[in-house]
């Protein structure tokens, strides 16, 4: 038998996390893999589908500008149902907490088509934060036959929902598979201005902030900070990939882009993006992605926001929520710069998320479900 998966995915973090799967998938005999892409994201997601040379079968190209959720989540839905309709897979693989995520559940389960949520569990508790991803990952798993935990903390939050033990499977999270392919100890980057900065005597901060919640007042005060940090710190170097949302643009050029130490940049390709973090001296951000990544490379980051729902390297000492207060950014910012000790306390290498190999289990947890296989895949644990 031959088991026919569809990956549907739609934006850039989901595409570096499906991408060493995919290409797993396309390894194994068993399976048929086609990969259909809503295009939420266009010029993010095709960076990632090109470094990985992935080809996508179906590609719904979706987006427009200034988007909002209904309209991602009824073009996704609709441009679905003919992709399953042609193709009637056993299984469709979704990825993760963006309105894709749950719109293609949905959908699947619409055409009675089994889901499998790769990233699944992840909890903040909090139902506005992170804005609408806290709700997509939710309903998602309401929609989820198979559950892949990146995390046994993410499998405990699935118990507690009263979803079966049978049904989740605790994988490390496939970020840390990506990032195998990513990062080289001798990477020359092809943005020519990363080769020329000096991170030996330089502080380079590398930020990245555009979530749905901090538009508007947040991310201003976080900008504010930003720019007090980069005049009275005279060796900091701050280099910020600005996501390609207008509303995120809008502010973040108007606000830091005439300063001399401030680097703004288009969306870097992630190979470049992961290596200037593992050269960087620490990372601010609002990315759920860049809380998985960072602390394995050793860098103290701090997060641009109230709670989060990946508590692993915070409890490991390597990430800290600051929020979105003005004052506080610059204060927890500048003791990083300052303070040694409170830096070295921080940037140490902990990788509560993965081991490299979420991909391989995942793999063979399909396999058990679907009876061609009866090894069940062992739990990683994380040993953090
Ligand atoms: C989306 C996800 C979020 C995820 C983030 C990763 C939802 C609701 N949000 O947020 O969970 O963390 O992606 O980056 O699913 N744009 C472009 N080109 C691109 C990408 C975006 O021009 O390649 C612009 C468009 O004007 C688009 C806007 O950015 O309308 C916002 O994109 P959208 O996917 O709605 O929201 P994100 O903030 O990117
Ligand atoms: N990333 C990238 N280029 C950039 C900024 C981020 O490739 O210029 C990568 C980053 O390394 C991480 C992912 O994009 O793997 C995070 O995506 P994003 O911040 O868009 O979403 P989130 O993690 O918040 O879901």
Redesign the pocket.
Known sequence: MTLKIISVF?????AIKMAPLIKALEREKDFESKVCVTA????????VLRLFNITPHYDLNI???????SE?TTSALIGLERVFNSEKPDLVLVH???????AAALAAFYHKIKVGHVEAGLRSFNKWF?Y??EI?RKLTGVLTDLHFAPTSRAKLNLLKEGVSEESIFVTGNTVIDAMAYTVKKDYVFRDERLNQIDYHDKKVIVVTA???ENWGKPLENICNALKRIAQNYKDVYIVYPV??????RETVFSMLGELGNVLLLD?LDTDEMHNLMAKCHMVMTD???LQEEVPSLGKPVLVLRDVTERPEAVEAGTVKVIGTEQEVVYNEGTLLLENKEEYDKMANAVNPYGDGKASLRIIQAIKYAFNLSDTKPEEYKSGV
């Open positions: 739609g934006t850039r973090p989901e939420q994201h266009r010029e993010m997601l095709d960076q987006m427009k500008e200034k988007q909002t959720l991602i993760g907490d963006t309105t894709t995520t749950f992170p609408p991803e997509n555009h979530r749905r996501h390609k949302n207008p509303v995120v969306p990315s759920g992605g």
